[in-house]
T-cell receptor
Framework: GAGVSQSPSNKVTEKGKDVELRCDPISGHTALYWYRQRLGQGLEFLIYFQGNSAPDKSGLPSDRFSAERTGESVSTLTIQRTQQEDSAVYLC???????????????FGPGTRLTVL | TQLLEQSPQFLSIQEGENLTVYCNSS?????LQWYRQEPGEGPVLLVTVVTGGEVKKLKRLTFQFGDARKDSSLHITAAQTGDTGLYLC??????????FGQGTRLTINP
């Protein structure tokens, strides 16, 4: 079946503009995650959805960042008034409900590379 | 402050050599996962370790979870050029949330 898809794959924008990044998770996966990965770095957690609700938004770096999920499917990460420090790869992942507290495997999309000029 | 510290951050060795990558924390995790990421792609899960002291083998890769469930290691035997990539450890906090280390960028030279 299809994996996690993200669009666009690359986005170049000017400082101060708003951007929307889209994630299509694996069908039936209830959990959806957004991460940010700066060049050569690990993954920085941004937000997590369980269904359409976001029980953990603790990683959003500022109020310029927001995300929503509809139909327990597609999610959109919006960055308003982009800054140069927002330049990074934004990764989306989905997973089924964790059976235990051991954590479920997260299936990642290829990411959206955002460049803010 | 990085919750999970990986070392080394960069490692470049010759094909055929052995190597070990470490993932350390002062926190206890319910499980720990290792992912591998290639350029332009998202990370892909290699293994999940759940029990303190657990050892899992995946062909030439051996993963160990510390007895106290605070640290883990990845050992690769007879490295191959195809092992090149970014290796990420991730600790589970609760049922869903993962905390990632900063990664170890491994280069295997022919």
């Amino acid at each position: 079946g299809a994996g996690v898809s993200q669009s666009p794959s690359n986005k170049v924008t000017e400082k101060g503009k708003d951007v929307e990044l889209r994630c299509d998770p694996i069908s039936g996966h209830t959990a959806l995650y957004w991460y940010r990965q700066r060049l050569g770095q690990g993954l920085e957690f941004l937000i997590y959805f369980q269904g359409n609700s976001a029980p953990d938004k603790s990683g959003l770096p500022s109020d310029r960042f927001s995300a929503e999920r509809t139909g327990e499917s597609v999610s959109t990460l919006t960055i308003q008034r982009t800054q140069q420090e927002d330049s990074a790869v934004y990764l989306c992942a989905s997973s089924p409900i964790a059976r235990t507290s051991g954590g479920s495997e997260q299936f990642f999309g290829p990411g959206t590379r955002l460049t803010v000029l | 402050t990085q919750l999970l510290e990986q070392s080394p951050q960069f490692l470049s060795i010759q094909e055929g050599e052995n190597l070990t990558v470490y993932c350390n924390s002062s926190s206890v995790f319910s499980s720990l996962q290792w992912y591998r990421q290639e350029p332009g792609e998202g990370p892909v899960l290699l293994v999940t370790v759940v029990t303190g002291g657990e050892v899992k083998k995946l062909k030439r890769l051996t993963f160990q979870f510390g007895d106290a469930r605070k640290d883990s290691s990845l050992h690769i035997t007879a490295a191959q050029t195809g092992d090149t990539g970014l290796y990420l450890c991730a600790g589970a906090k609760g049922a869903q949330k993962l905390v990632f280390g900063q990664g170890t960028r491994l280069t295997i030279n022919p």
